[in-house]
């Protein structure tokens, strides 16, 4: 009989608002559903919406799909007794946590294992939550937090699972170098064959960036580099208005652009529809603060486009694979040289470096031995 996982995820399919982390427990879930028997407790609506999903049932457990099956919580559900209920009914041999700071979905099992009211084994997947750059912001309420987090012990009770080198840096820094701690990629989507390139022209760029619209994606950093470009540049911005002010700043300096660059605020879309957009740009750009995966990443190199991002990402050594351009954030202007040697490249040039991106991730998926790591977390 196959082992219980339990995941524990703030937000899942069908919701898509958050970006990365519903990517990851996604994959997880598709990967290691034939191996363990997989429950999902997530909430009933995407992220900052007011309203659950129509299409799915909640406040009971249904299957998502064979091996899968996922409960989809009300608000009024979120509570201590009703989530010990949860646990104490599957008494699952795992339990895995996706998410550093949330109340229902960390803290609560993490106290109710500290009390002795479950006794099931806790892998805890900070989800990039401790890197500097994300625990910058509300930064005094975070280091109290993660202070009374090592004052109770929590950390004792703990196999952390760290994605990236950097993230295990992070995990040690603020817990120890005696945590238990194992470092694995996340699942990456599906590799298809390379899917072809589009029609380039020199003199002639079309780039599109995707993520949460908050200063720790750089989206003001991307718009800045961008404006000293010369040629024809259009660049499509999809992604969750999660900061209005932020927005708005940004907004600002587009409205200094000159002609020659159009700019276009595409909003909120769905993963599935996701892949569709990407194939119509010819490279994408995230100057990010950090990523511990970067799920529109990947997706962007498996569509064959290179990526211009910055190197607080597992993405490295691009430019020699000829996939794209990974640079320091302390050289701006690197990003502006980047950009207008995409304007230029011409069809042969633009076809080298699509070839290249995609395969890069190709050589990664195959030379990836994360279904064995990953055993070995959950054993």
Not at 114 to 141: D, T, W, Y
Not at 165 to 193: C, W
Not at 261 to 271: D, K, L, T
């Amino acid at each position: 009989m196959n082992k219980t996982i339990l995941v524990f995820a703030d937000w899942f399919e069908p919701g898509y608002k958050a970006g990365g982390p519903i990517r990851s427990c996604v994959h997880f879930v598709h990967q290691m559903k034939d191996r363990f028997s997989i429950y999902v407790i997530t909430t009933d609506r995407d992220l900052n919406d007011t309203e659950p999903y129509p299409t799915v049932e909640h406040d009971k457990w249904v299957e998502y799909e064979k091996g899968v099956k996922i409960f989809y919580s009300s608000p009024q559900r979120l509570t201590w007794g009703h989530i010990q209920k949860q646990v104490k009914d599957l008494s699952p041999d795992y339990i895995y946590l996706n998410s550093m700071y949330s109340r229902y979905f960390t803290i609560y099992p993490l106290l109710m294992q500290r009390l002795g009211f479950i006794n099931s084994k806790i892998v805890l997947a900070p989800r990039g939550m401790l890197k500097e750059s994300a625990v910058q912001f509300k930064s005094a309420k975070k280091k109290l937090f993660l202070s009374a987090f090592r004052q109770i012990g929590l950390h004792r009770l703990i196999h952390f699972h760290a994605t990236d080198k950097t993230e295990v840096k992070d995990v040690q820094k603020y817990f120890g170098h005696k945590v238990r701690l194992s470092l694995a990629s996340n699942f990456p989507g599906m590799i298809k064959d390379y899917p072809g390139s589009i029609v380039k022209r020199e003199n002639e760029l079309s780039v599109i960036f995707i993520g949460r619209l908050h200063p720790v994606k750089n989206l003001d950093f991307l718009l800045r580099t961008l404006q000293l470009v010369k040629g024809n540049v259009s660049l499509t911005i999809v992604g969750n208005a999660e900061d209005e002010n932020y927005v708005i700043q940004c907004k600002e300096i587009v409205k200094g652009f000159p002609s020659n660059i159009q700019v276009r605020f595409a909003g909120e879309i769905p993963n599935n529809e996701l892949g569709e957009i990407i194939t119509q740009h010819h490279i994408f750009a995230l100057p990010t603060q950090g990523e511990n995966f970067g799920h529109a990443i990947f997706e962007s190199l498996a569509a064959g486009k290179p990526v211009l991002i910055s190197d607080q990402t597992p993405w490295r050594n691009l430019s020699s694979l000829h996939a794209g351009w990974d640079l320091s954030l302390k050289q701006p202007e690197q990003f502006t040289i980047a950009l207008q040697q995409a304007v230029l490249f011409d069809q042969t040039e633009y076809d080298t470096l699509s070839q290249g991106a995609w395969q890069f991730v190709r050589q990664f998926v195959q030379q990836s031995e994360l279904q064995k790591t990953y055993n070995n977390i959950f054993s």
